[in-house]
Every structure is written in structure tokens, then in C-alpha cells.
């Protein structure tokens, strides 16, 4: 079993009611995921809320994180799916500057159904890579309408520091086949890391032999998800698949509700640093709260990842209203 075999969470943004960034939330939150031992990306597209971020608030998340992380857990930047190659890049160097451990390169975002020919995916990829030194993480996901073709995937792992590769794709074909191409070149479980996005192939990925998810669900239950990850390191197949099925059912649960807007609420429920989300998106309504309630009392997840000795995953519970 290979030692990339790990977890990852795509960290929420704490905001305060009025839409600040609340650093001491951050802080906090952080802090719990590492305690858990999981790896984090910060300032992602989906629960880290980047899209609604400006470029001096992603750069702050990036200090807040690399003070509270590095040399605790891997921290990597994510950043959201640009419309031009400058977005990003900019958010590359604000990374590297910062000194993340790594950092994720979003496909590129054509905007109004416009789906890039190939030699402007390549054009793409070479400005936003101009420069650009940290090791990086690729990423290809549908939100964006295309797939990265392998050939150029294989090309940049060839010529790049490439140190993770992460998959959201409904077909498992694809991820068959990028498995394969990276276990011939024998950079599978070495030098590149593959996960997939989203909690639903976690363990097929495992399985097929790659090195696990990369999570929003793990911003409530990563302790749960570390040590889903360490059963199948460990050869603990069966342990394994029991945490993976509770993982899956508290995500399937908690999507229903508003997913990451949901969660933020049930960290708050638990005394530990959740927040509130920032427009475009709003809060869950209210009327949700007893539901929420009621799927932290049966998945027990108190009793599952609080854990007394440590100060970071332990608050009181604080009212949501």
C-alpha cells in the first residue's frame, strides 16, 4: 500500500453574518482538520466559496493557512474555474508567494456553453502556467463542460512538477484509464497522487488504486474520513467499507439540506467554527434547522468527532439563529 494514501478536505470559508472574513473562525477550523489528520484545500470553488473572494482575501486565506498548517498537514491552494487564464494565475503566484505546499490548476471555465478547441486549451494552460513554480495539482471536473484529454495530461506531468491529480467524472471509464496511464509510467502512488471529487468513488478510487476523495463533507466529519483512509492503508478492508458506507449516507443526508451552506450550520450547532455564507449564496432557511438537528443526533457525530483531548475540535454549542 503506498504511503499517498489520504484524504483531503476542501476547507470552508468562515464569513460573519454581515459577509467579513472571520479569521479567527478560519483559525479554528483549520486547526480541527489538522487535528484529524486530513489534508486541506483552501479557498476551493465549491465549499471554500473561492468564486466570492477577492484576489487580497484569497491571498490572506492562503497566510492564515500556511501559518496554521505547514509542517502539520499538506495545504494546498484550490481557487475557483477562471473565465481567462489571468484569474488564475494570479492565484497561483499569490500561492507560491505564500508558500502552500501546492496548488490546483482549474481547467479553463469558456463561459455562455463556449467549449475550447484544443489548441486554445493549450494555449490556456501555457499562460496560466507562465512563471509558475509551486507543484501542482490538476484538476479535471464537469462543471467546466470537458474533460482533459489524457495526451495533455500525460504532457504535463511530464514537463511539470505535478504532484495530484483530482477527478470529479461520472464515468469511471475515465478514471480506469487515467489510472492506468499514470501506474505505466510508474507515477501512480510515487509522484502523483489521484482523488476524486465528491465522496461517491471514494472507494473505487482506492480500489482501482488511487490515493482517496477530496471532500466538503470531511469539513464536518473529517476524523471519520481520516480513519476511512487509514482502515484501507492498513489492509482493513472491511473497516474501510463501513466507514465508507456512513460517510456516503451523511453526505447523501446533508446534500439534501444545502450541502456546504448546511454544514456550516451544523458546525455551528456543535460549537465549532461554521459561519455563514456569502452572496450569492444564502443561508439555508431556518425551517432546515431541526432536520439539521436531527441528522447530528442519529449519525451521533458529537460522539464521533469530538474529541475531548483536543481544544480546536471541542466548542460549545452557540445558537444559529
Known sequence: MNALVSPFVVSITPFSRGGELDEPGLRRHLGRLAGAGVGVYVAGGGSGEGFALTLPETRRIFEIAAEELKGRTPVRAMG????????????L??????????????SLDGGHVFRPRPD??????ADVLDGISIPLVLS?????????????IERLCTEREVVGIN?????????????????????L??????HVGGEMQGLTNLALGGQGIVSSMGNLVPR???????????????GCAADFAEL?????????????????????????????????????????YPQIRELLDRFRIAELELDPADPEAVGQPESVR
Request: charged share 20%; glycine share 10%; hydrophobic share 40%.
Open 80 to 91: 475557483y474555474e477562471p473565465h481567462t487564464a489571468v484569474q488564475l494565475h494570479d492565484i
Open 93 to 106: 503566484l499569490a500561492a507560491q508567494d505564500v508558500g502552500l505546499d501546492a496548488a490546483q490548476v482549474y
Open 120 to 125: 486554445e486549451i493549450e494555449a490556456y494552460y
Open 140 to 152: 479535471t471536473h464537469p462543471s467546466v463542460g470537458y474533460f482533459l484529454p489524457m495526451s495533455l
Open 167 to 187: 477527478v470529479t467524472n461520472p464515468d469511471l471509464t475515465y478514471l480506469v484509464d487515467l489510472l492506468d496511464v499514470l501506474g505505466d509510467r510508474g507515477w
Open 189 to 194: 502512488g510515487t509522484r502523483i497522487g489521484v
Open 224 to 238: 471519520l474520513l481520516a480513519r476511512m483512509h487509514a482502515s484501507y492503508a492498513h489492509g482493513d478492508v472491511s
Open 248 to 288: 456516503l449516507r451523511i453526505y447523501n443526508a446533508f446534500t439534501k439540506l444545502g450541502g456546504s451552506k448546511a454544514l456550516k450550520v451544523a458546525l455551528t450547532m456543535l460549537g465549532l467554527a461554521g459561519g455563514y455564507p456569502r452572496r450569492p449564496r444564502l443561508p439555508v432557511d431556518e425551517s432546515v
